[in-house]
């Protein structure tokens, strides 16, 4: 199984790493990003690795077998990130990195049910040990919940209408394929599908919001952001691989809070901000090069963020 990260040069670059550090990588995956951090902080350093998906990270453990001494593979979702890095001793760390959402294996293995465009169940599930699933969303939420759930997670322009037609259909006959969800979807759409997003299936949107509700992505990111910012030393760096803009928005806004954070009880009055906590490093988010998309497809929806930490709260 091939493998080649995405952004790989500028993770490395704008990790700012070097030997001897502590670097945690939040979406271990199969191990791409991991490795290089690995060489970056040498003998010396030592990574803490999280994937909530059981096969990624032990795939990813073989892959870096010969790393083993300096990595702590840690099988958990990354809200429990300060929990589990606590309970190995270690209070403070010099970078994190998060490169978001799905790897390879949940797109190309069908029986994950991530995929649209291949025959599976509805489960979508990063960590197996999880009960909802797809399945359980697009089958008992109420018409509101999937309006919403659209709407918000999917930014689908249809959903109230989508979340209807979805409810009528599975009163009769329940949803159990994927392909069957996104062929109900599809048929929702009049023939010449002629939106922005027109490139992309139909059911792209749809599939987007029942994936970040079945794994509460929203809640869980913001909760990692705050774990990260916390554990993370002064002149620390954090980088964070969106991709797409939903998820995007989070990233901003949770950092420009820190940038800028709100005036405190006092000083209410004046609207003084109080010092930012954070600087960003780059003015925009770094994205792909044209190159790196035409060899790498998945990357091309990719958004790099860069924050350093220049204060405590
Ligand atoms: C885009 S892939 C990471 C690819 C990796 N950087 C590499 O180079 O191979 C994202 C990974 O993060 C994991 N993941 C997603 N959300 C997670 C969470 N909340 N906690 C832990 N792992 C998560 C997924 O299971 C997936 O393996």
């Known amino acids: 199984m091939e493998h080649e990260p995405v952004l790989r040069k500028d993770v490395q670059n704008f990790l700012a790493l070097s030997i001897g550090m502590t670097v945690v990588d939040a979406t271990l995956g199969l191990g791409g990003h991991s490795k290089d951090i690995l060489e970056s902080v040498g003998e010396s350093g030592k990574l803490i690795a999280f994937d909530q998906d059981e096969r990624n990270l032990e795939e990813a453990r073989k892959r870096l077998k010969k790393f083993e001494k300096q990595t702590e593979f840690v099988h958990d979702n990354f809200r429990n990130l300060k929990t589990r890095i606590t309970e190995l001793g270690i209070t403070e760390i010099d970078a994190i990195l998060f490169d978001l959402g799905l790897s390879s294996p949940h797109v190309d293995e069908p029986e994950r049910g991530f995929s649209f465009m291949k025959e599976g169940p509805l489960d979508m599930r990063f960590d197996q040990r999880q009960k909802l ?38 009163n009769k006959n329940p949803f159990t394929k994927t392909t069957e969800l996104a062929d109900a979807i599809e048929a929702m759409y009049p023939k010449k599908h002629t939106s922005k997003k027109s490139r992309s299936h139909p059911a792209t949107q749809i599939f987007q919001a029942i994936r970040m509700e079945v ?68 003015k925009k988010p770094v994205i792909p090069s044209e190159e790196e998309i035409s060899e790498n497809p998945r990357a091309r929806s990719a958004k790099m963020r860069i924050y350093k930490k220049i204060k405590s709260n």
């Open 133 to 170: 699933t797809a399945s359980d969303v697009i089958n008992s939420y109420s018409e509101d919940d999937l309006a919403r759930i659209f709407k918000e997670y999917g930014e689908e322009r249809m959903a109230g209408k989508i979340a209807r037609r979805l409810v009528e259909r599975r």
């Open 215 to 282: 794994n509460q992505e929203v809640e869980v990111l913001r909760e990692a952001l705050s774990q990260a910012f916390d554990l993370l030393k002064i002149g620390g760096r954090i980088v964070v691989i969106s991709y797409h803009s939903v998820e995007d928005r989070i990233v901003k806004r949770f950092f420009q809070d820190l940038i800028r954070p709100e005036p405190t009880e006092e000083r209410a009055l004046y609207q003084i901000y109080g010092d930012p906590l954070v600087e960003k490093i780059t």
